[in-house]
């Protein structure tokens, strides 16, 4: 009350006596309204607040903090995310957009940190610090990966050898003459190997498991062709300048529950 006059409150005092029960009732009304959604404003800010102040990984196996997140999170993905990656995050093969649901990453091994990294600054994303370290290269281009001139085209027949390569790497019956040729180009002349590892993939760079059956493209011979032939380099935004920092933390931690029902599994590669 500081800063208010004994005068100021004896004219407060006549105004409300001057005024009719009814007004009197509702005028309190609205102002335990108002106390209440302010009171409700300030724990909801104050719990976001909390959110931010320790690490996702923590909080991602913190079922309170997973409460508290996750239907905000799922909010903001209905909003920002949904449009690419589907309102369940099942993602979208004819146009490249991952499953965010399948525990299958890309990029690190779906700690609520790499999950938070990816969205924070995107992928191939008009950001410093976005994920671009490398694309599919075109392999059936004369030079089929600008960034690293010395990586030969291949023929039409050398991308068949190399895709009967893979499977029979993920248990498919092949012709095993052609996969045997494909596996050389896979470790020596494609260069395949230096960013999908022994097939398996490399998520330090983004690239994609080729022989688990999950496909960000696509898994018909026609759609495996084209990734090969054509390349591929998809983009996801980056939110850092366009969402808070506490939609961020909500949004990765609602992406990190869709993968993770049980909070206290923890993260897995695959
Ligand atoms: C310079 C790194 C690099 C090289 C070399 C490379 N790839 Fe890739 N490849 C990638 C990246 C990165 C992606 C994912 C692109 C994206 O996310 O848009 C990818 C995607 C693919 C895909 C699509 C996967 C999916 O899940 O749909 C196939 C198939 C593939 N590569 C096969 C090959 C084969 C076969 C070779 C060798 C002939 C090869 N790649 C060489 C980096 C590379
Ligand atoms: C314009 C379409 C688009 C929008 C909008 C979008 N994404 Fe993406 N996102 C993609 C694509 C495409 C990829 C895969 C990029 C690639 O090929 O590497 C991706 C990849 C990701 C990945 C990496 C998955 C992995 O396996 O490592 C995460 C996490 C992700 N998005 C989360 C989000 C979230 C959260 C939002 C909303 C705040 C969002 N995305 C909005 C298209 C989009």
């Given at each position: 009350m500081v800063?208010?006059?004994?005068?100021s409150?004896k004219?407060?005092?006549r105004?409300?006596?001057?005024l009719s029960?009814?007004?009197?009732?509702?005028?309190?009304?609205?102002?335990?309204v108002?106390?209440?959604?302010?009171?409700?404003?300030?724990?909801?800010?104050k719990?976001?607040?909390?959110?931010?102040?320790?690490?996702?990984?923590?909080?991602?196996?913190?079922?309170?903090?997973?409460?508290?997140?996750?239907?905000r999170g799922?909010?903001?993905f209905?909003?920002?995310c949904?449009?690419?990656?589907?309102?369940?995050?099942?993602?979208?093969?004819?146009r490249?957009?991952?499953d965010?649901?399948d525990?299958d990453?890309?990029?690190?091994?779906?700690?609520?940190?790499?999950?938070?990294?990816?969205?924070?600054?995107?992928?191939?994303?008009?950001?410093?610090?976005?994920?671009?370290?490398?694309?599919?290269?075109?392999?059936?281009?004369?030079?089929?990966?600008?960034?690293?001139p010395t990586?030969?085209p291949?023929?039409?027949?050398?991308i068949?050898?190399?895709?009967?390569?893979?499977?029979?790497?993920s248990?498919q019956?092949v012709?095993?003459?052609?996969a045997t040729?494909?596996g050389?180009?896979?470790?020596?002349?494609?260069?395949?190997?230096?960013?999908?590892?022994?097939?398996h993939?490399?998520?330090?760079?983004g690239?994609?498991?080729?022989?688990?059956n999950?496909?960000?493209?696509?898994?018909?011979?026609?759609q495996?062709?084209?990734?090969?032939?054509y390349g591929?380099?998809?983009?996801?935004?980056a939110?850092?300048?366009?969402?808070?920092?506490?939609?961020?933390?909500?949004v990765?931690?609602?992406?990190?529950?869709?993968?993770?029902?049980?909070p206290?599994?923890?993260p897995?590669?695959q």
């Open positions: 800063g208010i006059s004994l005068g409150l004219k407060l005092g105004w409300v006596s001057g029960v009814l007004t009197r009732t509702v005028g309190a009304l609205v102002i335990v108002l106390i209440a959604a302010s009171a409700w404003g300030l724990s909801v800010s719990a976001q607040a909390n959110l931010l102040r320790t690490d996702p990984d923590l909080e991602s196996t913190d079922p309170a903090s997973m409460k508290f997140a996750t239907p799922e909010a903001v209905k909003k920002d949904a449009v690419c990656h589907g309102a369940q995050g099942k993602g979208d093969v004819t490249g957009v991952p965010l649901a525990n990453w890309l990029y690190g091994v779906g700690a609520a940190s790499d999950i938070e990294t990816t969205v924070l600054y995107g992928i191939r994303a008009p950001n410093r610090k976005t994920w671009n370290l490398a694309d599919m290269p075109a392999f059936a281009r004369k030079i089929p990966y600008a960034r690293e990586i030969p291949l023929t039409p027949g050398d068949n050898d190399v895709i009967a390569f893979l499977d029979s790497q248990g019956k012709d095993a003459e052609a040729r494909g050389a180009i896979f470790s020596n002349r494609g260069g395949c190997y230096d960013c999908h590892g022994d097939g993939g490399d998520s330090a760079i690239g994609p498991n080729l022989v688990d999950i496909w960000l493209f696509g898994g018909t011979q026609k495996k062709f084209d990734s090969i032939a591929r380099a998809g983009y996801c935004p939110w850092v300048t366009r969402l808070k920092p506490g939609k961020i933390r909500e990765a931690l609602y992406v990190y529950s869709l993968s993770h029902q049980s206290a599994k923890g897995s590669a």
